[in-house]
C-alpha cells in the first residue's frame, strides 16, 4: 500500500457546493443516488478529471448534467471528465450494508442500519471526493420499509416527510451548514427517544433526543442530562452555542470506536449511552458523561472548524480531548480527574511514544489512516494545547481560542493555523514550542539542586529520545509547576518555570532549611522527570504537598523505585525491607488521614501498574521483565496487606456501610474494592468472603462488579457460583455481558488463558462485533500476566486473534498489533517469542492495510 506524505498535500480541484443524495434503502441492496454540483477550485491547479474516491463501489451509471458521461476506473476509484466550469454529476451505487463487516460506510446492527464515515468510509457510500477539505452542503431522500425502519433520520433538519401507502415510507433532510464527507450520517431503525429540550445562551431552543432501542430506554437518562450539561459548560467557558434546532444523538451496539461527532446526528456505541446504577459502575457513568461531552464539544472544535488533511487530525482531537477533559474536572474535581488522565496518558500514549509505532501528534506520513487514532494524537495532542494554556494563563487562553474560532469558522484548518490563532490571541511567541507538534518521543528530564545562600539552583537537562524516522531531536520548551518546600514544614510558593534548552539552572527562593522540590505539579508538561529523591523526601510529598496532584505523584515516584528494583534484583534486603517499610508508612497514613476524602484516598492507593512499571524498566539500554514485575507488584501488595491488615478490613467495613445515594458513595465505592484486592494479596481466604457477601449485598454495579473482578484472580469455590449468577443475571444485556468476559480475561488466576479460550467459544462471544473481542481478547491483551506467560501461548493466541479477525474488520484487528510490537524493550526470551509471532502475521499474506502497516513497522 503507498505511502500518504502530509508535505504532498494538494488543494481539491473541484469544490462541491451542494451534495443531493438519495437512499433506498434495503439491508442487503441499498440504492444511493448522489448528485454532485461541481465548479472548478480557483485555488487549485486546474483538471479536466474529477477524482471521485471509491471503496469496494462499482457505478451503476455516471451521467453529468443529465447526459452519459466519460468515465474510468482507476483503482477503487471513479475519475469523470468534465469540461466546463461548472457540473452537476449524477452517480449510481448499490451497497449491500448487511455485508458489510468493516463497519464503515453504512452497515446493518441490531437491525438497523447507520453509517461510520470518519475517516474514509464516505467513500464505500457513493464516489465522491472523500477529504476533510472539500466542504459541501447535504440534501438527502431517504426511503425504506416502514415497519423495519419506523425512524429515518439524518443530518441538519428533517424538512419534509410522506407515506408512500406501500409499506414505505420516506424523510427529507437539509443540513445547512457545509460539511466534509467523513461528517455524513444516517440513521434507519426501530428506535424510541428520550428528549428534553434545551434552550441556548441567545434563546435558541433546542430539541435534543437520545435514541435507543426501546427496552434500553430507561438507562439513557444520564447521556441526555450529560448532553445538557456539556452544551451549557460550552456556552460559559469557551463561549460556544449550538447552531441547528436539533441534536440527535443515536446508540448502536456495532461500534468501531467511541462514539461519533456526525454533524447534528451523533452516532455512539451503547457503552458509552446506556447507564443506570444496576448495570453500570461509577466509572461508566463517568464515561458516558465524557464521551457525550467529547462529542457534543466537536460541533466546534471539529465540525464547524474542520481538519484540512487527515494528518491535522489533533487538531480536532487534542483540543476536543483538552475540552472534554476540563468539563469532566469541572463536574467532578480537579485533583482526581487530573490523576486519572495522566494515568491513562502513561498506560497508553507513553508505551506508543517509545516503541516502533512513535509518531509525532502531526504525523508526517502514513499508508492507512485509521491507524493514527492514537492516544498520542488524542491525548498528548490534548497535554500539547494543556501546555500552552499553562503558559499564558487562563483568560489569555480563551482569547487565543476566541480568535480561533472566529479567524477560522467554516474553514478545513490546520495545526499551524490553530498555534497562530494562540500566538496572536493570546500575544505569546510560540515558535518554538511548533516542535510539539513535530517531534515524537517523551522529553525527560534529569534534575539536580544545590543550595546556594537562601536560593535554591535547580538544573534541569532535557532529552528526547530518538524515535523511529527522527534519530535527532532539538530541545523543546517545557512548562513546569514548581514549588520550593521545607522539611521543617514550610510550603514554597508555586511558580512555573520553562525549560527551552538542552540544560538550564533555575533560582527558586527557599522556604526554609532542608528543601524539598516539588516538580511537575498538576503534570503541566508531558515528560518523564528523572531523579533520586530520597524516601524521607518522597514520603513528606506524599503526606504534605498542597498539589494534590504532586502528593499521588510522589507516592507513585516511591512505588516506582522500590518496585523497579526489585524486578531488577538489585535491592538488598536491607534495602527491600526499608522500601516496603516507607510504602506501608505511606498506606497507612493515607487510610488514617482524615482530611482526605475518599475519592483522593483511592488514587493514593492505586500502585504505579504494571505498564507503568514497564516503562520505568525498560529505559536506555535496560530491557523489561514483566514476569518480574508483576511477581515484585503481588510480593508489595501481601506485604501491604499483611501489616495492614486490620486498617483494610477496618476500611472495606466502613467504605461497605456507606449507602449508595450518600454524596460520599462514589470514593467509598472505589476505596471499598482497592482495599479488597490489597486484602486478597495476603489473604486470599479472607477476601474471598468478604468479596463474596460484598456481591451477595450489592444493589449497584460497581460494588458488584469490584467484588466479581477480585474473586475472578482467586482459585476459590466462590468464584464459580459469583460469575455463574452475574451471567444468570444479566444474560439479555450485552454490555454487562462484555463485562463478565472483561472480568474473566484480566484476571490473574493460573488458568487464565485456558479460560478465555474458553470463553472464545461461549454462545455469546461473537468475533463480528467489537465490543464482544474488545471485552475478550483486547481485554486479555492488557493482561499483564496472562499476555507475556513466559511460553508465549499468550502471544500465540493474540496473534491468532488478529488473523482471523483481520478480513472481518481490519481496524479493530490492527489494534491488537501494538501489544505485540513492544518485543524491542523486553527481555530476549519473550522478545522472541513476541517477534516470531508478528512474522507469522506478516508471512500470512493478504494483510488489510491496516494490520500490514502496524506489523510491518513493529518488525522495522
Ligand atoms: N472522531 C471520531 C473518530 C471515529 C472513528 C475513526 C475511525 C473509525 C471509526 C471511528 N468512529 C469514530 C471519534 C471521536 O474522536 O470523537
Ligand atoms: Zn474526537
Redesign the pocket.
Known sequence: PPVIRREDYAPFAWAVPTTRLDFRLAPDATRVTATLDVERNPAADPSPELRLNGDSLTAESVTVDGAPATWRMDGPDLIVTLPGERHSVEIVTIIDPSANTQL?GLYASNGMLCT?C??EGFRRITFFPDRPDVLSTYAVRMEGDKAAFPILLCNGNRVAEGDNGDGTHWAEWHDPWPKPSYLFALVAGDLVANSKPFTTVSGRKVECNVWVRAEDLARTDHALESLHRSMKWDEEVFGREYDLDLYNIVAVSDF??????NKGLNVFNTKYVLADPDTATDADFDAVEGVIA??YF?NWSGNRITCRDWFQLSLK?GFTVLRDQMFSQDMRGEAVKRIEDVRILRAAQFPEDAGPLAHPIRPDSYREI?NF?TATVYNKGAEVIRMMRSMVGETRFRAGTDLYFDRHDGEAATCEDFVRAIEDGAGVDLGQFRLWYSQAGTPRIAVSQMVEGDTLKLTLKQTVPATPGQPDKQPMPIPLKVAVHSRSGALGAEQLIVLDSAEQTFDLPLAGPDPVVSINRGFTAPVVIERSLSREDLVFLAAHDDDPFARSEALQELGVAHLVGAARGTLSAEEQADGEAAIIAAFRASLADAALDDAMRGELLVLPSETYLFEAMATGTQLADPGAIHTAREGLKAAIATALAGELQAAHARTSAIPLDDPAGRGARKVKTLVLGLIAAADPATAASLAAAQYDAADNMTGRQGALMVLCSLDVPEREARLAAFYERYKDNALVIDKWFTLQALSFHPDVIAHVRKLAEHPDFTIRNPNRVRSLHMAFAGNPKGFHKADGEGYRMVADVILALDPINP?TAARFVPALGRWRRIEPGRAALMKAELERILASGNLSRDTFEQVSRSLE
Open positions: 464503515m461510520q470518519e475517516s468501531n470506536m467511541g462514539a461519533m461527532e467529547h462529542e466537536h482531537e485509521s487514532y481496524q
